[in-house]
C-alpha cells in the first residue's frame, strides 16, 4: 500500500479527522516555508485540537435543545433602563454556574427575558458547560410522563448531571397539584448543585396563582431566592414596539 493511503487508513483508525483532511496541505505549506517537522506537527495538532473544541460546543448547543438561539450582542439593553447591562455581561462569564447560583428574570412578556436567558446559556455551552432549556409547561409535562414511567428519579439523576437549566415561561399556565408538587421536586434537588435560570412574568407574590399551595410556594421561593441573582424587567414589548414601527 502506498504510503499516503496507509497514512490515510491510520488517520481515521485514530480518528484524526483534521489532520486526515490537512496534513497534505499543510505539509506543502511547511515545505515552501521551510518549517521543521515539529512546526509542522503542532500546526496539525492545533487545529485537530480547535475543530475538536467546535464540535464539542456544537454538540452542546444542540444537547441543549433551544427554541432559536439568541446571542446578547444582539439584545438591546437600552429599551430595558432597569436590566445592570454591566451585571449582565458579568453573569456572561458563567461564575454564577460554577457557584450553582440562580439567575431570576422577572416582568412582562416581550421585554426580552427569554433572549438574556437564552443568550446566557449560549454562552455557558461555549464555555463547555451542560445546558437544558425547558419551557415551564414542558418540563412539568417530561416529569409527569416521567412518574407515570416509574423513571422519575432516573429523569432527576441525568438533570443533575447538567451544569446549567433555565424554565422559561414560569407563571404563563397554572399547575396542576401533581405538576406543582414535582416541579418543586425538581427544583429543590437542583439546589444548590445545578445553576438555575427562571423566566416569569409573575412578581414573587403572585406565584401562588400557578403552585396553587401557599406552603408549597414559599418553599420553593425560599429556595430559588436564596443566592439568587434578581433581574428586573421593566419596558415596553418589543414585539408590540416593532409592531408600532412598521404600522
Not at 111 to 129: D, F, N, P, S, Y
Not at 233 to 240: L, Q, T, V
Amino acid at each position: 500500500m502506498e504510503p499516503t493511503m496507509l497514512l490515510d487508513t491510520y488517520l481515521r483508525q485514530l480518528r484524526l479527522p483534521t489532520f486526515l483532511h490537512n496534513y497534505q496541505k499543510f505539509a506543502e505549506d511547511a515545505a515552501r516555508s521551510n518549517q521543521d517537522y515539529v512546526r509542522f506537527l503542532l500546526a496539525l495538532a492545533e487545529q485537530e485540537a480547535a475543530q475538536r473544541k467546535c464540535n464539542r460546543i456544537e454538540r452542546r448547543i444542540k444537547a441543549a435543545r433551544f427554541p432559536v438561539l439568541k446571542e446578547l450582542a444582539d439584545f438591546d439593553f437600552s429599551a430595558i433602563p432597569s436590566l445592570n447591562k454591566a451585571q449582565v455581561l458579568d453573569l456572561a462569564r458563567g461564575e454564577y454556574i460554577s457557584h450553582h447560583e440562580p439567575i431570576l428574570m422577572i416582568g412582562n412578556p416581550g421585554v426580552g427575558k427569554t433572549h438574556v436567558a437564552t443568550a446566557l446559556a449560549l454562552e455557558a455551552c461555549r464555555q463547555g458547560r451542560k445546558v437544558r432549556f425547558y419551557t415551564a409547561a414542558r418540563l412539568v409535562n417530561e416529569l409527569i410522563q416521567a412518574q407515570d414511567e416509574h423513571r422519575l428519579h432516573q429523569f432527576i439523576a441525568t438533570a443533575l448531571k447538567l451544569n446549567l437549566v433555565v424554565l422559561d415561561e414560569l407563571g404563563f399556565i397554572p399547575f396542576s397539584p401533581t405538576g406543582s408538587q414535582l416541579i418543586f421536586t425538581f427544583c429543590s434537588e437542583l439546589y444548590e448543585r445545578v445553576a438555575l435560570i427562571v423566566t416569569t412574568n409573575l412578581k414573587f407574590a403572585d406565584w401562588t396563582q400557578v403552585f396553587g399551595d401557599e406552603r408549597l410556594t414559599a418553599a420553593l421561593l425560599d429556595r430559588l431566592t436564596h443566592r439568587a441573582h434578581i433581574l428586573e424587567f421593566i419596558g415596553e414589548s418589543f414585539r408590540f414596539r416593532q409592531r408600532m414601527q412598521r404600522e
